[in-house]
């Protein structure tokens, strides 16, 4: 089993940064390919990052490449999303996920594990 925490989340303005966590519990961390995704109100859940296992591979929605980072620590057991210049659109509740899938996977439903998320409010 695994267990995924997101934390991080909360209220920017415009042109401002966060950086989400996610802490892996209960199982192999290292070995899974990590992902994270968003979900805005009255949306689809859809993709944004993932990271190889080895952290050696990233891939990113053509929506956030250039502003957004996806690095993991498999030491702690935690993978990291660093947002910069944000706008509006990119609020919604964020959700990282595990699975042995190939790291360029950008469908959610080929993840095994899921966090139960953490909200991120971009204001004008």
């Known amino acids: 089993q695994v267990q995924l925490v997101e934390s991080g989340g909360g209220l920017v303005q415009a042109g401002g940064s966060l950086r989400l966590s996610c802490a892996a519990s209960?199982?192999?961390?290292?070995?899974?390919?990590m992902g994270w995704f968003r979900q805005g109100s009255g949306q689809e859940r859809e993709f944004v990052a993932t990271?190889?296992?080895?952290?050696?591979?990233?891939y990113y929605a053509d929506s956030v490449k250039g502003r957004f980072t996806i690095s993991r620590d498999n030491a702690k057991n935690t993978v990291y999303l660093q947002m910069n210049s944000l706008k509006p659109e990119d609020t919604a509740v964020y959700y990282c996920?595990?699975?042995?899938?190939?790291?360029?996977?950008?469908?959610?439903?080929?993840?095994?594990?899921w966090g139960q998320g953490t909200q991120v409010t971009v204001s004008s």
């Open positions: 996920a595990a699975g042995g899938v190939g790291w360029k996977v950008t469908s959610w439903g080929a993840y095994d594990y």
């Open positions: 209960g199982r192999t961390f290292s070995r899974y390919t």
């Open positions: 990271i190889s296992w080895s952290g050696g591979g990233t």
